[in-house]
């Protein structure tokens, strides 16, 4: 078994920190308040480099770009985007013109279809976000800081990078599986729909045990159910638990293992399990979510305000489908 070398800073970016788990392979795990948001990877298959999602600022990607770049000299860069989420693909202008760019065909159809939205909704609101997130800073507790550090890092990220923006769409596109054949390694990308969004893209490398799930995983974090299904996203992961790997890299939080894996299918079985409860109790089902704490086993998870997002798209879904 390869020796992985865990918890050691390879760049000066604020924005992430990298950590090697084999030989010419790095998990690039955000910063918390900082201008990253998700993790990213580095990939050395030979005579390419692939560069797993870029962040969701250019600051932070332009990090990225520079540290394969020290790492792996003047290498042919494939990007690859995971799903269309911002925090994943906002970066990929640093890249622009210096790699091949490669998502799934669907993954692309749902950056061109959203971004321009996403876009018009930060230029009219972003400084207005900035200053609710500073004010609660302000009177924050101890418990609190974390999770505002963090929504302020996101929104200044973007307040710096949103004048400077422009929408770079990966110009290589593949339906359900793609292999990259290097002289050090093979790099498969394999697309699940319908988990975390209506498609997600992992990287796996078979010969070094390692999964790259961006945010079909959450490790230690609550994750974001509510742009995809969360029964679809419980198969995928339980196919990826049943996949040769021994290192699990999530779209948030440190590196994980199989029992990550588990513990997020778990935290759906949890979640669907509390908003039946509130769906069958009747009436309105708000009054409920207000008054609920989160469970014992996620109570020391970040980003906590996923929690009631969470059960409150559930008990949509099974009302809708109560009412079919």
Known sequence: MKEVIMNICLTQSRHFSLQELADGVYAAIATDGAAAICNAGLIDLGSEVVIYDTFLTPIAANDLLQSARSLFGRKKLIVVNSHFHNDHTWGNQVFANKSWMVSSSHTRELMAENCPQEVEWFKANLDRRVAEYQNKLSSANEDQRDSILLMLGEYQGLQDALPHFRLCLPAITFDQKMEF??????????????????????????????????????????????????????????????????????????????????????????????????????????????????PQAYQRWKISWFFPENIRFLCNQMTVQKEK
């Open 181 to 294: 054949h290097g002289a050090k390694r093979i790099a498969e990308l394999i697309n699940f729909e319908n988990g975390h969004t209506r498609c997600d893209t992992v990287l796996y490398l078979p010969g070094d045990g390692i999964l790259f799930l961006s945010d079909l995983l959450f490790v230690g974090c609550h994750p974001y159910l509510g742009d995809g299904n969360p029964q679809g996203l419980q198969s995928a992961l339980r196919k990826l638990i049943r996949m040769q790997a021994e290192y699990y890299i999530p779209g948030h939080g440190p590196v994980g293992t199989k029992d990550d894996v588990q513990k997020m299918v778990e935290y759906i079985d949890d979640c669907v399990d509390i908003a039946s409860s509130l769906v069958r109790g009747g009436g309105n089902y708000e009054e409920g979510i207000a008054s609920l704490e989160i």
